[in-house]
């Protein structure tokens, strides 16, 4: 499977901006799918988990109530809607694929994006 993430850019404090993860090469729906990030200096963190049909999504606390994971299995897409942005949601995200089970764990996903660069000045 092949992701390509996009969306990504350079946002004031309080915007939004929405991720999308393009999947080639495989059989999308079958692959829960994940979002993490990494910010410079940081380890790769969790950020939202949406199961192979999309009723089921994890959030980490600190995102909650303000990114909205989602998916169109037709489209063979995820995407994260990011409300409320913060300096500190500045990172890289990445997109990820699991082909059994899903997670909040980075070793429980097979497949990843390339990320793309989320900047949100203060």
């Known amino acids: 499977v092949q992701l390509q993430a996009s969306g990504g850019g350079l946002v004031q404090a309080g915007g939004s901006l929405r991720l999308s993860c393009a999947a080639s090469?495989?059989?999308?729906?079958?692959?829960?799918m994940g979002w993490f990030r990494q910010a410079p200096g940081k380890e790769r963190e969790f950020v939202a988990a949406?199961?192979?049909?999309?009723?089921?999504?994890y959030y980490r606390d600190s995102v909650k109530g303000r990114f909205t994971g989602s998916r169109d299995n037709a489209k063979n897409t995820v995407y994260l809607q990011m409300n409320s942005l913060k300096p500190e949601d500045t990172a890289v995200y990445y997109c990820?694929?699991?082909?059994?089970?899903?997670?909040?764990?980075?070793?429980?996903?097979?497949?990843w994006g390339q990320g793309t660069q989320v900047t949100v000045s203060s």
């Open positions: 990820a694929a699991a082909r059994t089970g899903w997670g909040t764990s980075y070793s429980e996903y097979d497949y």
């Open positions: 090469g495989g059989t999308f729906s079958r692959y829960a």
């Open positions: 949406i199961s192979w049909s999309g009723g089921s999504i």
